[in-house]
């Protein structure tokens, strides 16, 4: 049994591996003891507190840094043993690699939680915070990139050349997806300009709809009649968006016409009896009513009035009520609404016209 333990492997005795192996497999059960109960006692403590930090404390340590301590505390083990000076160097790379990894992620996640906690605390909408993950998509990127430069130049390598190659890269990359990185730059745009977000009523164009989805290069919308529209950012951040969810008050302007032989009084009373009737109205505020114009066929009054709501259906129910009331009071002032007629005065058969005689009867229209 001594000649076993004493007999030399790759520069090591067999006994120095087994003291490796063992004292590998106590420093794991501890750890894995002190995970179980001294942590999991922690998660208890914490789980009774308003504060999200020791939660979010909590993760970092069961996520990134529990896992690295395993590993680096058998780095720490495999280090005791006499390596040779190659597998000393892809030791200590792994190594390297390994803490650059669980350093970028941990990263990631700090930040990300960072903004997701501010965005809560500011009361943003759920829809608005799962918006978070697209846009923080290419900011990881961009970690893992500067993560992997950096584990490069601690290896030794010569990371001008590395950075120089991304520079050319980077620039034929943007060249050859402009339009893309174009819907990207208006993504983010939307996210902290805001013109709409999901749920909205908009009117783009000659398009109408709403918001279902914002994501990195499209959004897309619903329209009124079923379809699903998918406009491109970039096309969404420069045209002019009518956003009616936001709309807080709504101006409501209509015409009526009377015809021209209404007396003078009548016409006179038209603009207050108007008055009276949306006046009367609870939900609607009257601004003004003028006779406005001599029309081709009648006698144009201009009404305008507001209505404190953006409910589309409402200001239809108010609308249909007011025409309905002022119908009903014309009639009862017997107030004849005007329509599109044309009254032609024609010479009678044989009736000198100008000095001339005309052999067509007179017709009225």
């Not at 043993?81 to 700090?110: C, G, Q």
């Not at 009124?224 to 491109?232: A, E, K, R, S, V």
């Not at 968006?241 to 709309?247: A, G, H, T, Y």
Request: charged residues 20%.
């Amino acid at each position: 049994m001594e000649d076993y333990l004493g007999k030399s492997v790759w520069g090591n005795t067999m006994l120095a591996y087994v003291i490796v192996l063992l004292g590998a497999i106590c420093l794991w059960t501890v750890l894995k003891l002190a995970r179980r109960h001294i942590l999991g006692y922690i998660k208890k403590m914490v789980s009774h507190t308003v504060n999200t930090y020791d939660d979010v404390l909590i993760k970092i340590a069961e996520r990134f840094f529990i896992p690295w301590l395993y590993l680096f505390i058998n780095y720490n083990i495999v280090n005791r043993l006499n390596l040779s000076l190659r597998v000393e160097k892809i030791v200590d790379a792994a190594m390297m690699a390994v803490t650059a990894y669980y350093l970028v992620r941990l990263i990631n996640f700090v930040f990300h939680r960072s903004v997701v906690l501010l965005m809560q605390k500011r009361d943003e909408p759920l829809h608005r915070i799962q918006q978070v993950d697209g846009m923080l998509l290419v900011v990881k990127a961009l970690m893992w990139i500067v993560g992997i430069i950096m584990l490069a130049d601690n290896l030794g390598y010569d990371v001008t050349t590395i950075i120089a190659g991304l520079g050319v890269g980077g620039i034929a990359i943007a060249l050859a997806a402009q339009s893309i990185l174009g819907d990207l730059f208006s993504y983010i745009v939307i996210f902290f300009d805001k013109p709409f977000e999901i749920g909205d009523f908009i009117i783009m164009d000659k398009h109408t709809g709403v918001v279902e989805k914002i994501g990195i290069k499209t959004t897309h919308v619903r329209s009124l009649d079923g379809q699903q529209l998918i406009m491109p950012n970039a096309e969404m951040a420069k045209s002019v968006i009518q956003n009616f969810k936001r709309l807080q008050r709504r101006r409501v302007v209509f015409s009526i016409g009377v015809v021209y032989y209404t007396a003078a009084q009548k016409l006179r009373s038209i603009p207050d009896l108007v008055k009276q009737i949306i006046s009367a109205h609870g939900s609607a505020d009257l601004d003004r009513v003028h006779f406005k114009s001599f029309g081709d066929f009648s006698i144009n009054y201009e009404i305008v009035y507001y209505i404190n709501s953006a409910d589309y259906v409402l200001f239809m129910d108010i609308q249909q009520e007011i025409c309905m009331r002022i119908f009903e009071a014309f009639e009862k002032e017997k107030i004849e609404f005007a329509f599109p007629t044309q009254t032609l005065f024609i010479a009678r058969q044989n009736e000198p016209v100008n000095g001339h005689v005309n052999p067509v009867a007179s017709v009225r229209n």
